[in-house]
Structure formats: C-alpha cells, structure tokens
C-alpha cells in the first residue's frame, strides 16, 4: 500500500504519516527495488495514534496503546497499559484545567478591578476614563408612543411588596404621603461586560446607567420640589441592583420584580429580548396610592430626571 492510501484510509496528511514512522510507531516493510509497502495495520495505527492525538495524548504516549492493538487485541485499550495511560492523560488535563482556570480567574478580578475603578462612578464634574456607560452613543434610535401607558394616569397602585435594596420591601400601594417618583427600566450593564448584540437598535432599550446617574445627580432638586421618594425599578434580582447601587453611589433604593408583577397587575409597557421579558423605560408619579402622571416614552435616558424636575416645576403640590 502506497504512503498516500494510508493517508486517505486514517484521515490524515501523507506528512503526518512520515511523522509517525519517524517516531517509530509505524514500521512499514520493504519491497525489492526500496519502496515502502504499507499494510492495513499501519493504515489503522496511525489512525488510531491520531485519534488519540486529538484527546490531548502526546503522540509519544500512545505507544502503549499502539503495543496493545500491536498485540493482536481488537482495541487499543484493551490493555492494561492502555487505561493508565488515559488515567496519565486525565491527570494532565485536570492539571491544565485547573492552572488555567486559576488564570482565568485572576483576568476576570483584574479586568473588574480596572472596569469598575475607571467606570462612570463619580456624580458630575467627576473625571471618567474607561467604560463609561452613561455616555450614549449619538445615533440611538428615539422610542415612539405605541398608547400602551395611555391608560395608568388615575390607577391605583397593587397592592404588591418589592424587594428593595435598601434591605426591606417597599409596599407600592402605601408610599407615604408625598410624591413618590418611580422609573422603571429594562436591565443595567456592568463596565466589565460587553452590551449584548443587538441592545442599541432597540428604541429605548441603551441607557439605564445614565438614567440612574441623572436621577443620583438631580435627587436633592427632586426632593427640593415635592419628590418625597425616588425609586428605580427592574426585573433585575436585588444582588444584582445592589452592585449598581454601590458602584453608582445611588442615593435611592432599586427595587427588584424579577417576575414582572407590576407589569401584570398595572399594565406597564415590556418588550422580548433574548428570550427573556423586559420592562420599557417608563416613569410614575405616584400620590395618594395612585398613578398621578406618567412619562412614556423617555428619551433620552440620561435626561430624564431634568425632565422629571421640569414637570414637578409645573405642577407644584
């Protein structure tokens, strides 16, 4: 058999069975005039060592799993010899694994540390360097009323507790006396993740970072005029607010309704992204237990709580 059928036969380059009888693993005998006369169990040899190869076995230590088929049993690793080896082979990829994945976790704390000490952290006039998500690209695409918060001025807030960071639960049906200000918004990024393919072709969608700085920067105006309470709200769970919270230096407490029961309950505007159902960035004035004034749609994010002041400028309590 010619060197390139045994290569068609193993599936490999004519190359790679020069190789293997280079190592001595193959050994293939002679006809008169010097050619080389390869046989079916070299053809399959080398198949075998280069399947073993693609595991993660050195060409070399498939020598006894070759012996073994050599022998006259009908596998490779039907020898003794055979499963220390995989055993030899397992031991090797732990170590690997587990030298890369210690490596891997010492990227991930570096690249948090670097994106989270240079992310937009600082309130206003404070320098920002990397990652800063409340910056907004210029071409975001503007979110058009589609009438589906039409109907909420006047409602009366569910009788519903949320989950809030500030380690309690909130009872949205009784806020307190006072204007409550509750924005709702699909889902905060973190500095040292990428925003998911896609997000800024969402009208509305990018953007809630910036939201929630403008809200932290403007919240002792807001309070000057009548806002008692400010409240930002997502599907997000608690743990994942509180990190927002703590890296933006958030001045109000996030609340989490992972299940969406206030959209159930009060009607509030989602959209689908990636399989998973999202809130639209809308806005309650919340007074005596009800929906006094809605914002919807919002744009842009990140000066929405100007907008906000704005409205509580023109109708004072």
Not at 126 to 138: C, K
Not at 176 to 184: D, F, P, Q
Request: proline share 7%; with cysteine.
């Amino acid at each position: 058999m010619k060197i390139s059928e045994v290569a068609r036969r193993a599936g490999v380059t004519t190359k790679t069975v020069r190789y293997y009888e280079a190592v001595g693993l193959i050994a293939p005998a002679r006809l008169a005039n010097g050619y080389r006369d390869y046989s079916p169990h070299d053809a399959r040899m080398v198949r075998e060592a280069r399947a073993l190869n693609q595991l993660g076995i050195p060409v070399e230590r498939t020598r006894p799993f070759l012996e073994c088929l050599s022998e006259g049993r009908g596998h490779v690793d039907d020898c003794p010899s055979s499963l220390a080896g995989y055993r030899a082979a397992i031991d090797d990829l732990t170590e690997r694994i587990d030298a890369l994945t210690a490596r891997r976790a010492v990227l991930v704390e570096h690249l948090r540390d670097a994106a989270h000490r240079n992310s937009s952290t600082r309130p206003r006039g404070e320098e920002s360097t990397v990652s800063d998500l409340s910056r907004l690209p210029s071409n975001l695409p503007v979110p058009e009323d589609d009438g589906a918060a039409d109907h909420l001025p006047g409602r009366t807030m569910p009788n519903i507790d949320l989950a809030s960071t500030a380690g309690s639960t909130v009872p949205l049906h009784a806020l307190g006396e006072g204007r409550s200000v509750l924005y709702c918004y699909p889902l905060t990024g973190r500095p040292d993740t990428d925003v998911p393919d896609g997000w800024e072709a969402i009208p509305g969608a990018r953007g809630c970072t910036a939201e929630a700085c403008d809200f932290r920067d403007h919240h002792e105006e807001l309070a000057a005029l009548g806002a008692a309470r400010v409240f930002g709200l997502s599907s997000q769970d608690t743990g994942y607010q509180q990190e927002v919270v703590d890296r933006l230096r958030l001045p109000f407490a996030m609340l989490s309704d992972t299940t969406l029961r206030l959209a159930a309950l009060l009607g509030l505007p989602t959209f689908e992204f990636g399989g998973t159902t999202l809130y639209k960035r809308i806005t309650l004035i919340i007074r005596g237990g009800a929906v006094e004034h809605v914002f919807y749609p919002i744009f842009p994010p990140n000066e929405h709580a100007r907008q906000v002041l704005d409205w509580l400028k023109d109708n004072p309590v």
